[in-house]
T-cell receptor
Framework: DVKVTQSSRYLVKRTGEKVFLECVQDMDHENMFWYRQDPGLGLRLIYF???????EKGDIPEGYSVSREKKERFSLILESASTNQTSMYLCASRAGGPLHFGNGTRLTVT | ELKVEQNPLFLSMQEGKNYTIYCNYSTTSDRLYWYRQDPGKSLESLFVLLSNGAVKQEGRLMASLDTKARLSTLHITAAVHDLSATYFC?????????????FGTGTRLQVTL
């Protein structure tokens, strides 16, 4: 079974802090994704990566950046956290079929 | 920009009844996915539909795809309480070198006894 692990289940950060969300997958998948999930809005794609050091913007990349130095790891970075980035963040990976999701990180920015 | 619309957004149904969730999308796609999410949990893949007319069934759930109408349906037969969850459809579109999935807003299904 594919395992996608997000390093934190819950995070509380202050406005202006730099925040790192980490995601690791164990199936050698080429593609990795970061989504945020908000009530009534579904899942919205922030960034995705199709190879090491390669990244593409999703639908809502503003305020975020990503890093993919190794194939198994994809990090989401909030350069200066703001309250409107309070959300559930979901990492996913795939080889070409369905997405395999991690358990999510619920981030609260105060 | 691809838009994916699901309806209804919320569905309360009695056990034993049948119902259908609809997923419309705005641009050509060659694959559509259905996911289930239980409260507090992550998303679990249910179906992958790859071609026009594709139909997949698992237990009381059946998904179909009409690429000409840009419509997928998730039909629930004789609902049971265990099917209570939020269901998402997602549409795959090739962008550059990768295929990204755009999700609908989800349908929260509540099956009452």
């Amino acid at each position: 079974d594919v395992k996608v692990t997000q390093s934190s289940r819950y995070l509380v950060k202050r406005t202006g802090e730099k925040v790192f969300l980490e995601c690791v997958q164990d199936m050698d998948h080429e593609n990795m994704f970061w989504y945020r999930q908000d009530p009534g809005l579904g899942l919205r794609l922030i960034y995705f990566s199709y190879d090491v050091k390669m990244k593409e913007k999703g639908d809502i990349p503003e305020g975020y950046s990503v890093s993919r130095e190794k194939k198994e790891r994809f990090s989401l970075i909030l350069e200066s956290a703001s309250t409107n980035q309070t959300s559930m963040y979901l990492c996913a990976s795939r080889a070409g079929g369905p997405l395999h999701f991690g358990n999510g990180t619920r981030l609260t920015v105060t | 920009e691809l838009k994916v619309e699901q309806n209804p957004l919320f569905l309360s149904m009695q056990e034993g009844k049948n119902y259908t969730i609809y997923c419309n999308y705005s641009t050509t796609s060659d694959r559509l996915y259905w996911y289930r999410q239980d409260p507090g949990k992550s998303l679990e893949s249910l179906f992958v539909l790859l071609s026009n007319g594709a139909v997949k069934q698992e237990g009381r759930l059946m998904a179909s795809l009409d690429t000409k109408a840009r419509l997928s349906t998730l039909h629930i037969t004789a609902a049971v309480h265990d099917l209570s969850a939020t269901y998402f459809c997602a549409v795959g579109v090739l962008t550059g070198t990768a295929s990204k999935l755009t999700f609908g807003t989800g349908t929260r299904l509540q099956v009452t006894l």
